[in-house]
T-cell receptor, first 110, second 114 residues
Framework: DAGVTQSPTHLIKTRGQQVTLRCSPK?????VSWYQQALGQGPQFIFQ???????QRGNFPDRFSGHQFPNYSSELNVNALLLGDSALYLC?????????FGPGTRLTVL | GENVEQHPSTLSVQEGDSAVIKCTYS??????FPWYKQELGKRPQLIID?????GEKKDQRIAVTLNKTAKHFSLHITETQPEDSAVYFC?????????????FGKGTSLLVTP
C-alpha cells in the first residue's frame, strides 16, 4: 500500500507564472489537506478538500485554488506566482483526526 | 484563529538524557494535539497524538501531556538517542468543526549528541 504521494518533487517557475501540484492520498483516505512550509517554519494550512468540495480554508489569497477528483486525489493551483510563494508544499491525507503527509513539492520562484 | 506557540526553538541534549518541548494554544475549542517529527529533507511524520479527553499518553520512549485548563501540552522524550535528532512540530486542531485543519507551532530543532 503506497502512502501519500506528490508530484512533481521539485519545480522552478518565474514570477507571474502559474503552477499545478498533485497529490494522491493514502489508500482508504477521503480527505486531502494542503500546507505551505517556508524554510525554517512550521507548515501553514492552505485548504482542505472532502467529497470534492473545499471544506476549510486558511489565510491564503484567492491565487491559491484547488480541486479534488472522484478518486480523492487532489491538485493545488497557484496563479500569478510571487517570490514569496517559494516553499515546500505538503499535502496530507486523512479519514479522521490523523493526517499523514506526502514528501512535498519544493517550489522555487525566480 | 488558533495560535500555537512552541518552545524552545532549539534544544541540545546528551544521549540518554530527557528532552521536553512545550506548546501553548489559544483556541479553547481545540481538541486534538498531534506531534510531528521532520528530519532534514523528509516529510513530517506523526509520532504521537492526544485528544482532549485524555491527560497523558505514552508510547515507548515518548509521552505527551495535556493541560486543557492552562491550554498547554508537552512532548517528553526519554533516553534520547542520536536518531531522535530532528525538528519537532506541535499542532492543534479544533477537530471536526474545522475539518481537522492543523495549526502548527514553529518547531523545535532537537540535537542529541553522543
Amino acid at each position: 500500500d503506497a502512502g501519500v504521494t506528490q508530484s512533481p518533487t521539485h519545480l522552478i517557475k518565474t514570477r507571474g507564472q502559474q503552477v499545478t501540484l498533485r497529490c494522491s492520498p493514502k489508500s482508504g483516505h477521503d480527505t486531502v489537506s494542503w500546507y505551505q512550509q517556508a524554510l525554517g517554519q512550521g507548515p501553514q494550512f492552505i485548504f482542505q478538500y472532502y467529497e470534492e468540495e473545499e471544506r476549510q480554508r486558511g489565510n491564503f489569497p484567492d491565487r491559491f485554488s484547488g480541486h479534488q477528483f472522484p478518486n480523492y486525489s487532489s491538485e493545488l493551483n497557484v496563479n500569478a506566482l510571487l517570490l514569496g510563494d517559494s516553499a515546500l508544499y505538503l499535502c496530507a491525507s486523512s479519514s479522521g483526526y490523523e493526517q499523514f503527509f506526502g514528501p512535498g513539492t519544493r517550489l522555487t520562484v525566480l | 484563529g488558533e495560535n500555537v506557540e512552541q518552545h524552545p526553538s532549539t534544544l541540545s541534549v546528551q544521549e540518554g538524557d530527557s528532552a521536553v518541548i512545550k506548546c501553548t494554544y489559544s483556541d479553547s475549542a481545540s481538541n486534538y494535539f498531534p506531534w510531528y517529527k521532520q528530519e532534514l529533507g523528509k516529510r513530517p511524520q506523526l509520532i504521537i497524538d492526544i485528544r482532549s479527553n485524555v491527560g497523558e499518553k505514552k508510547d515507548q520512549r515518548i509521552a505527551v501531556t495535556l493541560n486543557k485548563t492552562a491550554k498547554h501540552f508537552s512532548l517528553h522524550i526519554t533516553e534520547t538517542q542520536p536518531e531522535d535528532s530532528a525538528v519537532y512540530f506541535c499542532a492543534a486542531s479544533p477537530g471536526v468543526n474545522s475539518g481537522y485543519a492543523l495549526n502548527f507551532g514553529k518547531g523545535t530543532s532537537l540535537l542529541v549528541t553522543p
